[in-house]
């Protein structure tokens, strides 16, 4: 079994930057991308940012682009995601997940992590 471990979250003002991380206890074969979803009260469960675990190609959903950094460190079996220029629509739980391949459906993905709360105020 696979465990996804995320810390980072917090409260902060718009404009800020918070840099979420996502340990994966081991990697397995079924784990070629990684990424973040997140979900807010109410709304779907979207994916934020995907990254490839070996060629390392990156997704980004519009409403990040420019302004999140998905990477990934493998000798730590490590994902990150640097958040800048934090806006209130932002707030949501931000989940870790892995799967076979980066896709932007969350039942594509076979593992998930607890989640970590980001809240942005104004």
């Known amino acids: 079994q696979v465990q996804l471990v995320e810390s980072g979250g917090g409260l902060v003002q718009t404009g800020a930057s918070l840099r979420l991380s996502c340990v994966a206890s081991?990697?397995?074969?079924?784990?070629?991308?990684m990424g973040w979803f997140r979900q807010a009260p109410g709304k779907e469960r979207e994916l934020v940012a995907g990254?490839?675990?070996?060629?390392?190609?990156?997704y980004y959903a519009d409403s990040v682009k420019g302004r999140f950094t998905i990477s990934k460190d493998s000798a730590k079996n490590t994902m990150y995601l640097q958040m800048n220029g934090l806006k209130t629509e932002d707030t949501a739980v931000y989940y870790c997940?892995?799967?076979?391949?980066?896709?932007?459906?969350?039942?594509?993905?076979?593992?998930w992590g607890q989640g970590t709360q980001v809240t942005v105020s104004s």
């Open positions: 081991r990697r397995t074969f079924s784990m070629n991308a």
């Open positions: 997940t892995a799967g076979r391949s980066l896709m932007t459906t969350a039942a594509a993905y076979d593992y």
């Open positions: 990254i490839t675990w070996i060629a390392g190609r990156t």
